[in-house]
């Protein structure tokens, strides 16, 4: 049986996963995810960076206003659309290619960033051989943690896609999971940033960002957010 095609991005280069993004609540969450990004990134100023199914743009900006040079890897033209702003006016680049066997050489880039594709492929190690592969120094990526609500992300399943409308069932990981994955490719962790310890879905429901802020806080004074927040944006280091 011929092997299912890697095009998770496809969905969340769309204009309806934008929509989940959307207002006050979906701008806290863009605003924590590229301040996690950028705080991982600090140490390579400047330096140049693929976003492997960064179709949906939402670190784009981001990354070019704090000074990378940004290229997005999707694995349809369509993905294109949600960044043309940028590639269209040069400021980004735009390839579409096979996500797994993009053609291009071993490290290409000085960091690979890959936001929301990890729970949704289904070749994993695939995948990660393929991101390691790229990056001289760094990758970044994020994925919903067993150490959060998602350990029973099953159970509520239902709700959350009454809230979202349109979810995708997701595959939640192992903090050492992931690291085990990246290990064979000679990458260690060095940068963990978990971002809400409520599911998202609640505050998409409470339509409050305010709540979200507030909340979000407290838990991050109090630890908790570090100890058991998810999704975790993770840097890990090629070494040596």
């Known amino acids: 049986m011929a092997a299912l095609p890697e095009d998770a991005d496809v969905e969340t280069s769309s204009d309806a996963y934008a929509r989940r993004f959307s207002g006050a609540v979906g701008s806290y969450f863009l605003e924590r995810q590229s301040a996690a990004v950028l705080d991982l990134l600090r140490p390579w100023p400047g330096a140049s960076v693929l976003d492997v199914g960064g179709g949906h743009g939402q670190v784009t900006g981001p990354l070019l206003e704090a000074g990378y040079a940004v290229t997005v890897l999707g694995s349809d033209a369509a993905c294109e659309a949600r960044v043309r702003a940028w590639t269209g006016s040069g400021r980004a680049r735009f390839l579409a290619a096979d996500l797994l066997a993009p053609g291009l050489a071993d490290r290409s880039y000085d960091i ?19 991101l390691g592969r790229l990056a001289r120094a760094a990758v970044v990526v994020d994925y919903p943690t067993r150490r959060s609500v998602n350990a029973v992300s099953s159970l509520f399943f239902g709700l959350k896609r009454g809230v979202e409308g349109d ?16 290990a064979p490719h000679g990458y260690s962790p060095t940068g963990r940033r978990p ?12 339509g409050s960002a305010a709540i ?5 806080g407290t838990a991050s004074a109090l630890g908790l957010t570090a100890l058991l927040g998810s999704p975790v944006v993770l840097r890990l280091e090629r070494r040596g």
Do not use: C, K, W
């Open 112 to 130: 690979v960033v890959s936001l929301r594709l990890l729970p949704h492929v289904h070749r994993v190690n695939e995948l990660v051989a393929t």
């Open 167 to 182: 979810t995708r069932p997701f595959r939640v990981f192992g903090d050492r999971e992931i690291e085990a994955a990246f």
């Open 195 to 206: 971002q809400f310890l409520a599911p998202m879905a609640l505050y998409r429901a409470l």
């Open 212 to 216: 979200a802020r507030a909340l979000e």
